[in-house]
């Protein structure tokens, strides 16, 4: 079931934001980069989904991803919040070396809501979120009915292979420490 939320404060836009990392302790660095966004000006954390362990895409001779999703309230510009990212991505020791390679923190821009762009630094809506079972899950956790490509993220999470669904499982609270604010809870 999805998080019910108000909608945005007037001057506010609201964001779909993807984690994913596969290099140190990237359960507490989601929330770390999380903390970090929030105290960003004009940026507001609203929730974040599950975690799930999930296996490499891309290139799959490398370590399990560990994903999760966010959503965000956000007053500044799209490409302000891709900025955020990317340092906050800096802020966690993100190196940049093979595309879909191993990372400590990726931070993608799914999607915005009544909001598109495709410029040379930043794609809105992120144009690989509906091939990517480790992202349909999680945002079906915070929105299934948002609607990505002309489909509702719940008919997308329906059209994944159920045993590529199995291997994607949720990260459980009780083997994790409280990290972040409680109120980001679904
Ligand atoms: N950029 C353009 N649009 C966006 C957007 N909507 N959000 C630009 C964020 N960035 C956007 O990103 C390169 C540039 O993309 C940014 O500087 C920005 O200007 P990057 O993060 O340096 O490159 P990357 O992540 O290596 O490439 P890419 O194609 O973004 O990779 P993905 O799509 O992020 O995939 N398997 C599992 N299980 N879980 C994962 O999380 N992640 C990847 C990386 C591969 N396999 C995975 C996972
Ligand atoms: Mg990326």
Known sequence: MSALLEKPEDGFMRAYIGLGGNIGDVYSNFFKALELL???PGVKVLKISSVYKTPPWGITNQDWFVNTCAVLDFSISPV???EDCLDVEDRLNRARTVR???RT???DILFIEDFEIKTENLIVPHPRTHLRSFV???LYDLNDQLIVQNKTIAQWLESFDKAELDQIVPVAMDETPQLGK???RI
């Open 38 to 40: 929030d105290d960003k």
């Open 80 to 82: 302000s919040l891709l």
């Open 100 to 102: 879909w390679g191993p």
């Open 105 to 107: 923190m990726d931070l």
């Open 136 to 138: 349909i899950k999680p």
């Open 182 to 184: 409680a109120e980001w």
